[in-house]
């Protein structure tokens, strides 16, 4: 179903996914944290990246570089001098919007004058700050506003280390950060980011190959996250809205509730940034095939998913709302390997009984799985709790347990319940949660 971004906003914040940032003090505007929840599912779904793209890979290697990098890199990349969003401030009020996404024509959105917006003019995005004492020139830096510039920049190290030959990818997830004019949407478009991308080096004469290949890899990752992929289109970007890098760039878009907004995006960034680096730094680049002796700059196909904006197309996919018994059931069908909490253990009542074997099995479920134990309010309250969050199992402990050893256990998605011994009962949740 097609949910709201109010009601799904409500759910991250009362449920524990997403706050807002620095909320005691009137809040960041656009600033926004992870909870309990949140936190967990943003680790499962990097790390489930990370499994596909990387480890699981004979051709993938990864890095953790720094968010500060030397100056001259983004001389070298371009960002300095290209990095820009068309900028015009409302002459009355003040307040500023990207030129390329309002009405010039409207009235000003904040004080409703029209007429009143200045000429487009660049406005670079980078993040500036300063190192050292002196908040000068000669000290300026900046963060990020990518994670794929260290990876070209320590190409040829890897490339030692490594002894990889190429077609082989270099691969990063972290935080990029970018001083975006108009952030919004919820955790759509922020400042401080979460990047997954990688850069594969390829053979100039196989790019459009290894272009097709990845934008496949795509659109499997896309539905092994649980996205729903009839909501998932390709943008074919013209030359004029393309990056500066980019000879052919392909974005995945999604229908979020706000509209047909970019998700992912795949870009043939040919030899530019290698070419660039090794002219600024003086670095030699050039990869020599150990077969044929070639020489050459090899040319990148690079695939950039934000981590953010697959954890919100995640919870727009998951959620549903469904009429049980004539009462409102949310719930979240979240692919069990991305579920922040895998089982709920669940007392049928507070007597000690009860909880002097629920405790324990909640402990040493813990150690496998993400568990969660919750003994207050009815049965059916603490399972519609769950099914809001995604469990995919809940483990009723009750008085036949006293006598038979087994539990109950509720399957999220068809809420069917089935009597599990509890010496069986980590061999079912293993396979089952596989």
């Not at 270099?170 to 991308?197: C, H, S, V, W, Y």
């Not at 890899?217 to 980019?246: F, N, P, T």
């Not at 007392?347 to 000690?352: G, H």
């Amino acid at each position: 179903m097609n949910v709201s971004m109010d009601t799904l906003v409500t759910l991250c914040k009362t449920r524990g996914f997403v706050f807002p940032g620095s909320d005691i003090y009137g809040g960041l505007a656009n600033s926004w944290d992870y909870g309990p929840l949140g936190v967990e599912l943003k680790n499962n779904i990097k790390q489930a990246w990370w499994k596909k793209f990387v480890t699981s890979r004979l051709d993938m290697v990864g890095i953790d570089a720094a968010l500060l990098m030397n100056p001259k890199v983004w001389e070298a990349s371009g960002h300095l001098a290209t990095f820009t969003d068309p900028l015009v401030e409302c002459k009355t009020c003040h307040e500023r919007y990207r030129a390329d996404q309002i009405d010039l024509t409207a009235a000003c959105a904040k004080c409703g004058n029209k007429g009143t917006f200045t000429e487009p003019a660049a406005f670079n995005m980078m993040m500036k700050t300063w190192l050292g004492p002196k908040e000068d020139a000669t000290a300026t830096a900046y963060f990020r506003p990518e994670t794929a510039q260290a990876m070209f920049v320590d190409f040829a190290q890897v490339l030692t280390a490594t002894r990889k030959r190429v077609p082989f990818g270099i691969a990063q997830a972290g935080k990029a950060f970018r001083n975006e004019i108009t952030p919004g949407n919820f955790i759509f478009r922020q400042r401080e980011f979460d990047l997954m991308e990688f850069e594969y080096f390829i053979h100039p004469n196989d790019w459009e190959k290894s272009f097709e290949y990845w934008l496949a890899q795509m659109h499997e990752w896309i539905k092994e996250c649980g996205i729903d992929a009839s909501r998932v289109h390709e943008l074919e970007v013209s030359a004029e809205d393309r990056a500066h890098y980019s000879k052919r760039t392909v974005d995945l878009e999604f229908d979020y509730p706000f509209g047909k907004k970019e998700l992912y995006g795949l870009a043939y960034r040919t030899d530019f940034d290698l070419k660039n680096h090794a002219e600024h730094s003086g670095a030699k680049l050039e990869y020599t095939d150990p077969i044929t002796n070639e020489k050459y700059l090899p040319h990148v196909i690079e695939p950039a998913m934000g981590l953010d904006r697959t954890f919100l197309a995640v919870l727009l996919s998951a959620y549903e709302e469904q009429d049980v018994d004539g009462e409102k059931r949310v719930v979240l069908h979240l692919p069990k390997h991305l579920a922040p909490t895998k089982v709920a253990v669940l007392p049928l009542s507070k007597k000690e009984e009860l909880s002097s074997v629920a405790q324990p099995l909640a402990e040493k479920l813990a150690k496998l799985f993400r568990t969660e134990y919750d003994e207050t309010q009815s049965i059916g309250k603490r399972y519609r709790r769950q099914d809001e969050i995604g469990t995919p199992f809940c483990v009723t402990v009750d008085f036949e347990t006293l006598t038979d050893n087994a539990v109950t256990v509720r399957e999220r998605d068809s809420m069917k319940q089935e009597r599990v011994p509890i010496a069986e009962l980590e061999a079912y949740l293993r396979k089952n949660l596989e």
